[in-house]
């Protein structure tokens, strides 16, 4: 890779959404610095949930305009279809015109290798073809949907569910998804063989495109935040003064929502379990409480107080849990006073917890979630489910299943799995392993990508 004597610019394309963002920044920063430099990094990006340039000093980031309206921005939050759909139509023409006229007219840079983009921004595809550019996916959810198909451990409830109120654009989507990515030059998915094998076999035999497994993105090394909202480090100080394997971390990512009343089902099993918690409540996923974006007020947390059941305030006061509205997850995950998490099962929340050998209590919402709460807990065993939403006693038990450290043959079961697995993602990106070999094709396969030569399809 270091002989590579030409630079070459490669342009890529996040989805705007925390879950996306997060995996193709790692992406950018593994292919950046494991090309020694080589290859020149251009993020295009809309406005809305801007990643910051000041965090990637080494990066040109070019933003387009999006198109949507306040209402629409909106939908990303409440219906993650309809908000993709719309992106998939308005950033077609400012795509384009950012690429034709602010990258490919540029004669003094490197020469466009190809275009790397988030899956579901399948409109990317056409654009590239147009320009004879190649156009590689980046898939950065979880691929384990394809051995669903009747197959233990799956469960009916368990097929994803979808957060939408137009089911017929949810399968457009998927359909032009997979349509997009059959005529792509390649898929980069953020896993790892032995964890996803047969997925992988499918995965190949159906898309016939070079597919390129080189997850766990993080454990290629720190990439710098792109978190959208600030994250509250005060947690880790507090964390600083809990035993060790204490803490029960509980996040439910960027998108998820609960109702008031499960706000108080969760509360109340906390205190019930008698567990120590590190809680994150993100402002609007109180669904009936806070909103974010346009509710900033001064007095939310009084709200959420307002809601809390007196028991659990008691016990929150006495120091036993802390709660912040968005925390530094990789950080909190790698802390040692953190003893398992409690998740709604997105990819990459999975992922970080598998890299840490952090054994999980799944509480799955919607996409992907559901099956990668499956596969944690009957697959590779490394968590418990809750299978009976948000309810108090159950939660309290299953805490105590989790977290419990004496006479907990259970709990020290999961633990020696989480290691195992923990093990198995740092091996895979040891020299010689599956994911440090596919990250050397796929670096490979960029430069010998030449944008001059006409894309068959
Ligand atoms: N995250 C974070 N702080 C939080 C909660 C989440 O930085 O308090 C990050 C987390 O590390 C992960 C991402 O947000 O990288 C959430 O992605 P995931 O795929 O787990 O879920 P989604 O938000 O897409 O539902």
Redesign the pocket.
């Known amino acids: 890779m270091a002989e590579q004597q030409h630079r070459r610019r490669l342009v890529l394309f996040p989805s705007p959404?925390?879950?996306?963002i997060?995996?193709m920044l790692q992406l950018a920063t593994i292919l950046h610095s494991h090309s020694k430099g080589a290859l020149s990094i251009t993020i295009i990006h809309i406005h809305f949930n801007s990643p910051n340039p000041s965090n990637y000093p080494n990066f040109t980031f070019l933003p387009i305009s999006d198109g949507l309206s306040q209402s629409q921005r909106k939908s990303s939050t409440e219906d993650l279809i309809a908000f993709a759909t719309l992106l998939n139509l308005s950033c077609v023409n400012p795509f384009r015109d950012c690429l034709v006229n602010k990258i490919l007219s540029q004669q003094h840079e490197p020469p466009v290798a190809c275009i790397i983009s988030d899956s579901s921004m399948h409109f990317t595809q056409p654009v590239a073809d147009s320009l004879q550019l190649p156009c590689i996916g980046l898939r950065?959810?979880s691929e384990l949907e394809a051995p669903v198909r009747e197959l233990p451990p799956l469960k009916v409830k368990d097929l994803p569910v979808v957060k939408t109120h137009n089911l017929e654009a949810f399968y457009q989507l998927v359909a032009d998804m997979v349509k997009q990515t059959k005529a792509s030059a390649g898929l980069i998915v953020n896993s790892f063989e032995s964890l996803d094998q047969s997925a992988f076999q499918l995965l190949s035999q159906e898309f016939a495109v070079p597919i390129f497994p080189i997850g766990p993105f993080k454990k290629f090394g720190p990439a710098s935040s792109s978190?959208l909202?600030t994250?509250d480090q005060s947690c880790i100080s507090w964390l600083n003064k809990q035993p060790p394997s204490s803490v029960v971390y509980i996040?439910?990512?960027?998108?998820?929502t609960i109702s008031e009343a499960q706000l108080v089902e969760i509360a109340m099993g906390l205190a019930n379990s008698e567990q120590s918690f590190l809680w994150?409540i993100?402002p609007g996923s109180v669904v009936g409480s806070c909103r974010s974006d346009d509710d900033k007020d001064k007095n939310e947390d009084d709200k959420f107080t307002e809601l809390l059941p007196q028991k659990f305030n008691e016990i929150f006061m006495s120091g036993r849990g802390c709660i912040?509205?968005?925390?530094?997850?990789?950080e909190?995950l790698a802390h040692p006073s953190i003893g398992g998490f409690w998740?709604?099962?997105?990819?990459?929340?999975?992922l970080?917890s598998i890299c840490e050998g952090v054994p999980m209590l799944c509480w799955p919402?919607f996409?992907d979630?559901k099956v990668n709460a499956r596969f944690v807990s009957k697959v590779w065993r490394v968590g418990l489910q809750l299978e009976n939403g948000l309810e108090r006693e159950e939660i309290e038990r299953s805490l105590r299943r989790l977290m419990m450290q004496e006479n907990n043959k259970e709990r020290e079961e999961l633990m020696v799995r989480a290691k195992d697995l923990k093990e198995m993602a740092e091996l895979c990106q040891r020299e010689g392993g599956s994911s440090f070999q596919s990250l050397q094709n796929l670096i490979d396969y960029i430069f010998s990508r030449n944008s001059d030569l006409k894309i068959a399809n």
Do not use: I
């Not at 996040?251 to 998820?256: T, V």
């Not at 912040?324 to 990789?330: F, G, S, T």
């Not at 998740?343 to 999975?350: E, I």
């Open positions: 959404l925390q879950g996306h997060n995996p950065t959810k978190s909202l994250q996040s439910f990512g960027s998108a998820a994150v993100r912040v509205k968005w925390a530094p997850q990789e909190v998740t709604h099962s997105g990819w990459n929340s999975t970080e919402c996409g979630q």
